[in-house]
């Protein structure tokens, strides 16, 4: 939910009766005042030409800029990719792009991979999955080096930078990762739920979720493969909100986030 009117979207709290099959049962809130980010210095990548991004969100404004998921100051300071909203970019409005996504062999640490959907209805929840593996061809279809689909539909870039070879400024030995804002200036109020992250893996859409009578939900995330760097975080524990549940122990650490900011509402909430 939440790209333009998205004929899937996910129906709110109040519909109730036990529609969805799996439960996700609490989200995390990022404030743009506090900057508050979780954030985890990862290891040697298990295969540093593929990952999968998995997650639901939910925005109370659309911010001007806001980094979700970065390496070191990504956007912010030009030293890391990231995935970031941007209120203009292109000719285009309020749009979420892949920026600085680059290979050893191939993509620019200054270019973005976005498409043209406009994120403008924060009335619900919008699952967004990326799976990129630079040894796959071109840049267009569901077998491409970098794909993205939104809540279970495949959305095209209008522009794009392609990675070729290792990725070298993403999912990097030594190097501080954050979600939901980053540690510069990049900051935004959202919020987060079923935060995956599979390193060294191209996972398809169809693994975090399914279509039921037209409407995308979640699905169980069990017997996923997450490699060194792979995380789940559920939020799930208010005094650990960085905690992760895929068995790897790469727990993240909390900035400016109390137990407060375990937040009810849920892409199932109310079901």
Same mark, same amino acid.
């Given at each position: 939910?939440?790209?333009?009117?998205?004929?899937?979207?996910?129906?709110?709290?109040?519909?109730?009766?036990?529609?969805?099959?799996?439960?996700?049962?609490?989200? @995390?809130?990022?404030?743009? /005042?506090?900057?508050?980010?979780?954030?985890?210095?990862?290891?040697?990548?298990?295969?540093?030409?593929?990952?999968?991004?998995? &997650? &639901?969100?939910?925005?109370?404004?659309?911010?001007?800029?806001?980094?979700?998921?970065?390496?070191?100051?990504?956007?912010?300071?030009?030293?890391?990719?990231?995935?970031?909203?941007?209120? /203009?970019?292109?000719?285009?409005?309020? %749009?979420?792009?892949?920026?600085?996504?680059?290979?050893?062999?191939?993509?620019?640490?200054?270019?973005?991979?976005?498409?043209?959907?406009?994120?403008?209805?924060?009335?619900? &929840?919008?699952?967004?999955?990326?799976?990129?593996?630079?040894?796959?061809?071109?840049?267009?279809?569901?077998?491409?080096? %970098?794909?993205?689909?939104?809540?279970? %539909?495949?959305?095209?870039? %209008?522009?794009?930078?392609?990675?070729?070879?290792?990725?070298?400024?993403?999912?990097?030995?030594?190097?501080?990762?954050?979600?939901?804002?980053?540690?510069?200036?990049?900051?935004?109020?959202?919020?987060? @739920?079923?935060?995956?992250?599979?390193?060294?893996?191209?996972?398809?859409?169809?693994?975090?979720? /399914?279509?039921?009578?037209?409407? &995308?939900?979640?699905?169980?995330?069990?017997?996923?493969?997450?490699?060194?760097?792979?995380?789940?975080?559920?939020?799930?524990?208010?005094?650990?909100?960085?905690?992760?549940?895929?068995?790897?122990?790469?727990?993240?650490?909390?900035?400016?986030?109390? @137990?407060?900011?375990?937040?009810?509402?849920?892409?199932?909430?109310?079901?």
């Amino acid at each position: 939910m939440g790209i333009l009117q998205n004929e899937n979207a996910i129906p709110s709290a109040s519909s109730g009766g036990g529609f969805y099959d799996y439960q996700i049962e609490q989200s @995390a809130r990022f404030d743009a /005042s506090a900057s508050s980010r979780l954030y985890r210095t990862f290891g040697t990548s298990s295969d540093a030409t593929k990952m999968t991004i998995s &997650w &639901w969100m939910k925005y109370d404004i659309i911010p001007a800029y806001q980094q979700i998921f970065s390496k070191a100051g990504g956007y912010g300071a030009g030293n890391g990719a990231s995935i970031t909203f941007e209120d /203009s970019l292109g000719g285009y409005s309020d %749009v979420m792009t892949l920026y600085g996504m680059a290979g050893s062999s191939g993509g620019s640490t200054g270019a973005n991979t976005y498409p043209a959907n406009a994120f403008r209805d924060i009335s619900g &929840w919008t699952h967004c999955h990326y799976k990129m593996d630079t040894s796959k061809s071109g840049m267009t279809g569901n077998n491409a080096k %970098v794909v993205l689909h939104i809540n279970g %539909v495949n959305t095209p870039f %209008v522009s794009t930078n392609e990675p070729s070879g290792n990725f070298n400024n993403f999912n990097t030995n030594g190097d501080e990762h954050s979600i939901g804002n980053g540690n510069g200036n990049t900051q935004g109020n959202i919020y987060l @739920a079923e935060f995956i992250f599979l390193d060294g893996q191209y996972e398809d859409y169809t693994s975090f979720g /399914s279509f039921k009578n037209g409407v &995308w939900t979640p699905d169980s995330p069990s017997g996923l493969t997450f490699g060194t760097n792979g995380f789940h975080l559920k939020f799930e524990n208010s005094g650990d909100l960085g905690n992760d549940s895929s068995g790897n122990n790469n727990d993240f650490t909390a900035n400016n986030m109390g @137990a407060d900011h375990q937040v009810l509402d849920s892409p199932t909430f109310g079901s």
